[in-house]
């Protein structure tokens, strides 16, 4: 009998012959799933879309799957993305219907594209986030903002298993405004999803990658540091898009053919 190691390998498996990309966005009640949740609902879509993933080599294989940038756990997203190692060549948009359509609903897959050099990773350099701020007076709300962009650097201690790590929020921030307040008739119910009843100031934030990631949580420390403001009820955090920063301060989106010329922007 052929061992390991004498030319046979352990439970091969077939070569990854194409990548996809796909935006999706997290929606909802979902939105309280955490990463890996999310993972495990994805992984249980491709076997029930009979999609021909690719898997690891070994003992133990695991469909490959690459994740950029997950959202964290509470937040709202409509720009999330993953990369799928096929091995045999699929049409994205036919990839895109049969995962969206094997997903609960509130996992979404938006967009499909094949994979092209840059990787997925550097295609991302900032995120666009929308902030929901209740229970706060617009002046009030301005006034941090304007104290907290006056600043060269502004930093928040954020509590990690790890300990205690000091992060500098003002330095990611790349822009930071304010919307008008708007009002909705839409009530929360008992699961967490937010009551956007009465007036609701719309703060939006473009924040470059940095190590830590700042996350909308530290945007909101960082104004509780320059102005001790504390929106009285939890704020609705949504990522709205991801990608490179360009000159007009909008975001390529990462399935785009060229990023280099900074084409086809989204969230601007």
């Known amino acids: 009998m052929a061992r390991v190691g004498q030319g046979v390998a352990a439970n091969p498996a077939p070569p990854t012959v194409q990548k996809i990309r796909l935006r999706f966005a997290k929606r909802g009640r979902l939105r309280f799933l955490s990463h890996r949740d999310v993972a495990?609902?994805?992984?249980?879509?491709?076997?029930?879309?009979?999609?021909?993933?690719?898997?690891?080599h070994g003992f133990s294989?695991?469909?490959?799957?690459?994740?950029?940038?997950?959202?964290?756990?509470?937040?709202?997203?409509?720009?999330?993305?993953?990369?799928?190692?096929?091995?045999?060549?699929?049409?994205p948009e036919a990839l895109r219907a049969a995962l969206d359509e094997a997903l609960p609903d509130g996992l979404d897959?938006?967009?499909?594209?094949?994979?092209?050099?840059?990787?997925?990773?550097?295609?991302?350099?900032a995120t666009l986030w929308r902030l929901e701020v209740r229970g706060v007076p617009v002046t009030e709300l301005e006034a941090a903002v304007t104290a907290l962009l006056a600043r060269d650097?502004?930093?928040?201690?954020?509590?990690?298993?790890?300990?205690?790590?000091?992060?500098?929020v003002r330095a990611a921030l790349a822009a930071l405004t304010i919307e008008p307040p708007?009002?909705?008739?839409?009530?929360?119910?008992?699961?967490?999803?937010?009551?956007?009843?009465?007036?609701?100031?719309?703060?939006?934030?473009?924040?470059?990658?940095?190590?830590?990631?700042?996350?909308?949580?530290?945007v909101l420390g960082a104004l509780a540091v320059v102005a001790d403001l504390t929106p009285p009820v939890p704020v609705t955090a949504t990522r709205l898009a991801q990608g490179l920063?360009?000159?007009?301060?909008?975001?390529?989106?990462?399935?785009?053919?060229?990023?280099?010329?900074?084409?086809?922007?989204?969230?601007?």
């Open 109 to 125: 897959v938006l967009a499909a594209a094949v994979a092209s050099p840059p990787a997925l990773a550097d295609r991302i350099d």
């Open 40 to 56: 495990r609902s994805f992984e249980r879509a491709v076997r029930r879309a009979g999609v021909p993933v690719a898997h690891s």
């Open 182 to 218: 708007v009002t909705s008739d839409v009530h929360g119910d008992a699961a967490g999803s937010p009551d956007r009843s009465g007036d609701c100031a719309i703060l939006t934030a473009v924040v470059r990658q940095t190590t830590p990631t700042v996350r909308p949580d530290d």
């Open 245 to 268: 920063l360009d000159d007009g301060g909008a975001l390529v989106d990462p399935l785009g053919a060229v990023p280099d010329t900074r084409a086809g922007s989204i969230g601007s």
């Open 153 to 168: 650097d502004v930093t928040v201690t954020r509590v990690t298993p790890s300990g205690r790590k000091e992060i500098d």
């Open 61 to 91: 294989p695991h469909p490959r799957l690459s994740w950029v940038g997950a959202a964290p756990t509470g937040a709202a997203s409509e720009a999330e993305y993953v990369e799928l190692g096929l091995t045999r060549e699929t049409d």
